[in-house]
């Protein structure tokens, strides 16, 4: 089940996802994978925060011997 994280574009934590995927590395390029912009702006903090953990979620895959480990971002 997606969670919304955008009530102004509709905004799921799966679209953040799927943009990090798309090799979204900031709120903006999330919101532009999605073809909308920031509204009232008060969603872009937990953008920004799932972002950082889906780059880092990615990043810990890419490299197996790390799989296991916590990251910090």
């Given at each position: 089940m997606a969670m919304y994280i955008c009530s102004c574009n509709g905004l799921t934590d799966?679209?953040?996802?799927?943009?990090?995927?798309?090799?979204?590395?900031?709120?903006?390029?999330?919101?532009?994978?999605?073809?909308?912009?920031?509204?009232c702006g008060n969603c872009a903090p937990t953008v920004l925060c799932l972002l950082r953990e889906a780059i880092a979620a990615a990043h810990l895959n890419a490299h197996p011997a790390m799989q296991g480990r916590v990251a910090h971002a």
């Amino acid at each position: 089940m997606a969670m919304y994280i955008c009530s102004c574009n509709g905004l799921t934590d799966h679209d953040v996802r799927d943009a990090a995927c798309h090799g979204a590395t900031r709120p903006g390029e999330v919101y532009a994978h999605r073809q909308c912009r920031a509204q009232c702006g008060n969603c872009a903090p937990t953008v920004l925060c799932l972002l950082r953990e889906a780059i880092a979620a990615a990043h810990l895959n890419a490299h197996p011997a790390m799989q296991g480990r916590v990251a910090h971002a």
